[in-house]
C-alpha cells in the first residue's frame, strides 16, 4: 500500500501568484480596440442597406395598397390614414431612412380622378447606395 504524505502548505511569494499583468491586460484591450474598429464599417454598411430594403419594401407594399383600395372603390384614398381605418394597412407605412411615419410626399391622381393619395414618395435626403436618390423611388 502507498501512503500519501501531506506536506505543509507554504505561502507563495507575490511574484510567484498567478494572474495577467497589466501589460497583457493592455495587449488583449488593444487587440479588441482593432477588432472592433475594422468591424464598424462593415456593420454600418449593413445596417444602411437593410433599411434601403425596408424603404423599398414600404414603398412597394403601400402602393399595391393604393391601387387595391382604387380597384375596391374606384377612387384614391383621400389620405393615407383612410387606408389605415378601412383596414388595408394596419398601421401608417414607416420611412425608415427619414425615421418617420409622417414623412412622405403624396402625389394626387394625374387623371383628375376623385381621391388624393394616388402614389408616394420618401421625404428622406440623399441617395441610395446605387446612386439614385431616396425621393425618385
Known sequence: MTT???QPLRAQPLSAARGFTLM???AVLTILAVLVTLAT?????HIIAAREAALR???????????????????????LEELVQR??????????IAQSAMAWVIEPP?????GS???LRS?????ASDGTRFGEW
Not at 407594399?61 to 384614398?77: E, K, L, M, N, S
Request: proline residues 9%.
Open 117 to 119: 393619395v394616388a402614389d
Open 123 to 127: 421625404t428622406a435626403p440623399g441617395a
Open 87 to 96: 383596414k388595408y394597412l394596419q398601421r401608417l407605412p414607416f420611412d425608415p
Open 110 to 114: 394625374l387623371d383628375g380622378g376623385k
Open 4 to 6: 500519501l504524505t501531506q
Open 41 to 45: 464599417p462593415a456593420v454600418h454598411g
Open 24 to 26: 497583457e491586460l493592455l
Open 57 to 79: 419594401s414600404t414603398l412597394n407594399t403601400t402602393r399595391h395598397v393604393i391601387a387595391q383600395f382604387y380597384g375596391d372603390t374606384g377612387r384614391y384614398p383621400d389620405s
